[in-house]
């Protein structure tokens, strides 16, 4: 297959799996998905969706998350990891959104990544998320398929991401980068990986991957 006959293979696979695509996690308007994917750095959306409501009973808009100290927020969400920094992110974040923002979230990359503890996964998760402008954030499954798929060089995330936007169409954007996610997870992991599963990676999956997998299998 070429790259374009093993992308349109991706997308019609992944539309028979998940023609309905749940967001992994739980919010209710862009603040509340803005804390939660800040919090998802180096945690399972799992522990953050457990997390969240506890944060969110005291505090779900900036308002109140400025009356909370960076403390008590990060004793709130230590279970989360990285809570030093997630918590002096948090609440410089809702300072700044009060103060240059009217307490709104800016529907821009530039004015998103400016942000505390905001980088370009977490804005791009919600520019596509909460404003429907296409992005693909790039998290450690879209980056493992895509090298396994063989529609990119594995080098880094900024290159997956290119490679990404090059070669799917940009009105796919928002609702594959979910796809391939939960695809990730559910057939194609990173640990206990069983190919006869995978149906996309063992029909287009680059030979190496595939021939390394095989003899794990049979050796094991």
Not at 202 to 217: D, E, L, P, S, W
Request: proline share 6%; net charge positive; aromatic share 8%.
């Amino acid at each position: 297959m070429t790259k374009k006959e093993r992308a349109t293979f991706v997308i019609k696979k992944l539309k028979e799996l998940y023609p309905v695509i749940p967001i992994p996690l739980d919010h209710k308007d862009p603040y509340t998905l803005l804390i939660a994917v800040l919090l998802s750095a180096q945690c399972t959306d799992v522990r953050v969706n457990q997390i969240t409501p506890l944060l969110f009973a005291k505090a779900d808009n900036p308002y109140d998350m400025v009356k909370l100290s960076v403390e008590e927020i990060k004793e709130i969400i230590r279970p989360c990891g990285l809570s030093p920094m997630k918590s002096k992110g948090i609440y410089g974040l809702s300072k700044i959104l009060i103060e240059e923002y009217n307490g709104e979230v800016p529907q821009s990359f530039e004015a998103l990544e400016s942000l505390p503890a905001v980088g370009h996964k977490t804005a791009s998760v919600v520019m596509s998320q909460a404003f429907g402008v296409p992005a693909f954030p790039v998290d450690t499954h879209i980056h493992r398929l895509m090298y396994r798929w063989n529609l990119s060089n594995g080098k880094n995330v900024v290159q997956t991401e290119k490679d990404a936007k090059a070669i799917f169409p940009k009105d796919l954007w928002n609702e594959l980068h979910l796809q391939i996610i939960w695809y990730g997870r559910e057939y194609s992991p990173a640990r206990g990986w069983d190919l006869e599963k995978d149906s996309i990676t063992k029909t287009i999956g680059r030979k190496t991957v595939i021939n390394q997998k095989a003899v794990k299998t049979k050796g094991s």
